[in-house]
Structure formats: structure tokens, C-alpha cells
């Protein structure tokens, strides 16, 4: 084997032993748990970080950005790192530089501090999801891909659904940092497990990095997250700043297709988008992105603001979502091996779309068991999403693309959360408006309904009191109609992807 020898060109690392198979599998599971724990457990601790560190609410917003932007430039780079250095070093090496990033969250004495570690912590976790799937792919045979791709999409995005839960009851616990301490020990037990089991990969020490392409894609992704973060604030593109990240990214993207295009060693390798069953999958994951995130975003919102419920009774009903995706992971892991692949994410995406649907039902008087429910189906629907998406994505791959698909495939993901969770927030804040006026102009003290309250002492429009009484029940009715237009938008988004499961093709059969 020659140094210039692309790595998916020879035949995969044979490891014969089933025990050090399976304690790969949950290294890695452990790394890439831990990386998209990180990327929300934070939107449970960020109220109580605002307090503490004396931030206001604009300032506090950029303990999110900072990952959001971290994590979009890191990620692409995990093609490039694992071919040049090789998956384990690459993958040691970031968990390292996020295990660190995560400790020393925990002592940060100052916002700066905050949003420096978090943007490290982001631009050390892009990678290692993306290296991660390929060392499995390689270390297992191609019959057991489907079961072994199901308990690492399971294991990998629990993180993402338990980080909200496990973050307020941390937070609750003790205070804010102890939900970022607490990815020490793992990271650590993670460290030495890879270490320890995973096989060095063949690397191209020859294989350049393609800088402007490189630098351009960074460009572009950190621009469009800026733009996706701050939009809603600054009132999108009646906001100079917002215009000028959207023509930068504009800029960037050309530049990097270009020299993508044409350059010998390109950052990414842009065949392969040239596969129908990548490409479709790639669209599939942006929409599962959006429903992900948006919900995650949406329903502990909508918890707090208009059930009054506390930090850690919100955090408990965030776990039912967990619960269902654990047990669609764990059926569904060995079901991949007889049924089709895509009439499972097709059952998953309708699964979503049952439970945004369901969701459209909600209204101010709801009880726990709808949230229970609606939670159940949305955590099995992600996870019969994932296990099917990341078998067909990768099953007529070319050996030597696999690297880039694997970058590719999950920078779809987060860029589709990123789309998520701005498009949540702006249907919310302008929906609340117009629903806010529009209920407004029906607003008369001769209603019939007046005549009951006020005698009821509720509404009791002639003092003070009764007017604030009424200015709050009518934000909470505006806002209340506002999510369920949110949750008819996720509806429409995870029904809208079923006819391109259409097209995609079933994995060659495995003798």
C-alpha cells in the first residue's frame, strides 16, 4: 500500500473478534453522544447562564451561535482530516480538544471566557460524528451495516434528545456548569476505549488541503448560521448586517463549487451528489434536521411559557422523546435486516408527521398525557428516519467517497436545524403578532363574555388589575395559535419528503 492509496480503495480493517467490535461501536456511540449532547444541552442551562454571568439577552444568544458557527466549519473538515491523518488520530484528537473545551466551561468566570470554549467545544465536535460512521462502516462486515448503523444513529442522536432534560435537571441540581463538566468522564472513557480497540486506518500523507476551498465553504456556513441566528432579531434583510451574510454566503458557495469543480484534490468531493440514493438522502436529512430541531426548540418553549411549568417538570417531559427513540432503535435495529428500507423511513417521517399533526390539536388546557404521547411518536419517528437514511445514503457509495458523503450527510443535518430553529422562532414572533392584532379588533367590553368574567372579578376592565389580567390571557391565546401554526408547518415539512422516497434505490443484497 502506497502512501497516495485512498483509503476506501482497499479492502476494510478486518477485525475478527466480535467483543472488540462491540466496544467500538460504544466508543464511538460515547463520541458522537457526546457531541450532539453538547449542541443542546445548553438551551436548558441558558437562562440560568444569563443570570449568573450578567448577560442580556442578545449577548447570551452568542453561547449558541458560537457552537452553531464552531460546529458548521468543523464538520465538513471531518472528509479531509480522516484521509490525511487518519480516522483514529483525527478522532482522538478532536474528542480531546472537546473534553478539554468542556472542562473548562465548567470554571469560566466571564461570558467571553463562555463563548470562546464553546466555540472550541463546536469546532472539536463537528468532526466526530462524520469520523465516526466511517470506522464502523469499515470494522463491521457489509451484512451486519444495517443493525450496526441503527445502534450507532440511535446511540449517537440520544444525545440530542437527552440534552434538554439532562441539562435542566443538572442545572437544578446543582447550577449550569455541572451540565458541562459532566461530558468529562465520558469523554475521557471515550479517549481511552478508542485508544485502546479502534485500528489504524490507511492516510494520504500526500493529500493537500484545498485552502480556498476550505476556506470558502467555511465562509459560506458560518455566514448562513450568522444569518439563521440573528435574522429574526434584526428583522432579516430590512437588516444591513443580514444582507450583507446572505451575499457573503452567496459569494462563498460560488467559490466553493467552482474550485470544488475543478481542483485535483478538492475539499469535497462534489461526485457525490452524482449518486441518486446520496443525493436524495442528503435533501431527506436537511428536512430531518428541521423537524429535530425545530421541535426540540418548540415544545419546551411552549411548556414553560404557556403552561408555567417549572425548569425540571419540563425537563421530565422532555425524556418521553427519548424513550420512544431508544425503542425505535432497538426494534427497528434488527428489522432493517428483513424489511425494506424505505418503507421504514417512510413510516418514520409519517411517524413525525402523526405527532406534529397530533400537535396542531394542543390548545391551553392540555394534560401530560398528550405531551407524553406526542413526545413518544416523535422520538420513535426520528429514530426510523435515521436508521434506514444512513444505510441507503451510503449503500451504492463509491469505497474512496465514503469520507466526504460522511461530512456531507451530517453537515445536512445541522444546516437543516439551523433552518429549523430560525424558521420556528420567526413563525412564532410574527404569528403572535398578527394573531395579537387580529384578536385585538374583536376586543369589545359589550362581549357577553365580559359580563361573566367580571362579575367573576377576572376581568375587570375598570381597574388596573383586570386590564393586565386580560393583556395576559389575550398573549397567551395569540401565542397558543401561534405554535400550532408551527407545528401545522413541521406537519407539512415531514409529510412534503415521503414522494422522494420514491426514488431511492434498495442497497445491493449481501450474500
Given at each position: ?19 472488540r ?19 443542546t ?10 443570570g ?6 442578545e ?15 468543523g ?58 460512521m ?23 442522536m ?13 442545572a ?14 465520558a ?18 500523507p ?11 465553504l ?88 404557556l ?82 437514511l ?5 449503500s451504492?457509495?463509491?469505497?474512496g ?14 444546516f ?7 424558521a ?11 394573531n ?9 367590553p ?21 386590564l ?8 397567551r ?35
Open positions: 500500500m502506497t502512501a497516495d492509496t485512498l483509503p476506501g480503495d482497499t479492502p476494510p480493517v478486518v477485525i475478527e473478534s466480535a467483543f467490535r462491540t466496544v467500538i461501536l460504544f466508543s464511538v456511540i460515547i463520541a458522537g453522544g457526546l457531541q450532539t449532547l453538547s449542541a444541552i445548553a438551551n436548558a442551562v441558558l437562562p440560568q447562564m444569563q449568573d454571568l450578567s448577560a442580556g439577552l449577548e447570551i444568544s452568542w453561547v449558541l451561535t458560537a457552537t452553531m458557527v464552531g460546529t458548521a466549519i464538520m465538513p473538515a471531518a472528509g479531509w482530516l480522516g484521509m490525511r491523518f487518519g480516522r483514529r488520530r483525527s478522532l482522538l484528537v478532536a474528542l480531546g480538544i472537546f473534553t478539554l473545551a468542556s472542562g473548562a466551561l465548567g470554571v469560566a468566570a466571564s461570558l467571553e471566557e463562555v463563548v470562546f470554549w464553546r466555540a472550541i467545544q463546536g469546532l472539536a465536535g463537528g468532526p466526530m460524528l462524520p469520523l465516526s466511517p470506522i464502523l462502516l469499515d470494522v463491521y462486515p457489509k451484512r451486519s451495516h444495517g443493525m450496526v448503523m441503527g445502534f450507532w444513529a440511535g446511540g449517537s440520544l444525545g440530542a434528545v437527552l440534552g434538554p432534560p439532562v441539562g435542566g435537571i443538572l437544578e441540581i446543582y447550577n449550569w456548569r455541572l451540565a458541562f463538566v459532566c461530558m468529562v468522564p469523554g475521557v472513557l471515550a479517549l481511552y476505549m478508542i485508544a485502546l480497540t479502534v485500528p489504524r486506518f490507511p492516510t494520504r500526500s493529500l493537500r488541503l484545498d485552502w480556498l476551498g476550505f476556506l470558502s467555511a465562509v459560506c456556513l458560518a455566514s448562513i448560521q450568522f444569518m439563521l441566528d440573528r435574522g429574526n432579531r434584526l428583522d432579516w434583510f430590512e437588516s444591513r448586517e443580514i444582507t450583507t451574510w446572505g451575499v457573503a454566503a452567496l459569494i462563498a458557495l460560488y467559490l466553493f463549487i467552482v474550485r470544488c469543480s475543478y481542483a485535483r484534490q478538492p475539499f469535497i468531493d462534489l461526485r457525490v451528489f452524482l449518486h441518486k440514493n446520496f443525493a436524495i438522502c442528503a435533501i431527506c436529512m436537511v428536512v430531518a434536521g428541521v423537524t429535530s430541531f425545530a421541535a426540540l426548540m418548540l415544545l419546551p418553549s411552549f411548556l414553560g411559557r403552561q408555567n411549568l417549572p425548569l425540571e417538570t419540563v425537563s421530565l417531559l422532555l425524556t418521553p422523546r427519548g424513550i420512544g427513540f431508544m425503542i425505535g432503535v432497538f426494534v427497528l435495529g434488527h428489522l432493517v435486516k428483513i424489511m425494506d428500507e424505505r418503507l421504514m423511513m417512510a413510516l418514520g417521517f409519517g411517524l413525525q408527521g402523526v405527532a406534529f399533526w397530533y400537535m396542531t390539536t394542543f390548545d391551553l388546557t392540555i394534560g401530560l398525557y398528550e405531551v407524553f404521547l406526542a413526545g413518544m411518536w416523535m422520538g420513535m419517528g426520528e429514530a426510523v428516519i435515521w436508521i434506514p444512513s444505510v441507503l445514503a451510503f451504492r457509495l463509491a469505497p467517497l465514503v469520507d466526504y458523503g460522511a461530512a456531507v450527510i451530517h453537515s445536512s443535518r445541522f437543516g436545524g439551523g433552518i429549523g430553529i430560525s420556528g422562532v420567526t413563525i412564532l414572533a410574527r404569528s403572535t403578532q398578527a395579537r392584532a387580529e384578536l385585538n379588533e374583536h376586543l369589545s359589550f362581549h357577553q363574555s365580559f359580563d361573566i368574567t367580571e362579575s367573576q372579578g377576572v376581568w375587570d376592565l375598570s381597574n388596573l388589575q383586570g393586565m389580567r386580560l393583556d395576559v390571557e389575550m398573549f391565546q395569540a401565542s397558543m395559535i401561534a405554535y400550532v401554526n408551527d407545528f401545522w408547518a413541521l406537519t407539512i415539512a415531514a409529510v412534503i419528503v415521503l414522494p422522494l422516497i420514491i426514488f431511492l434505490d434498495r442497497p445491493r443484497s449481501i450474500d
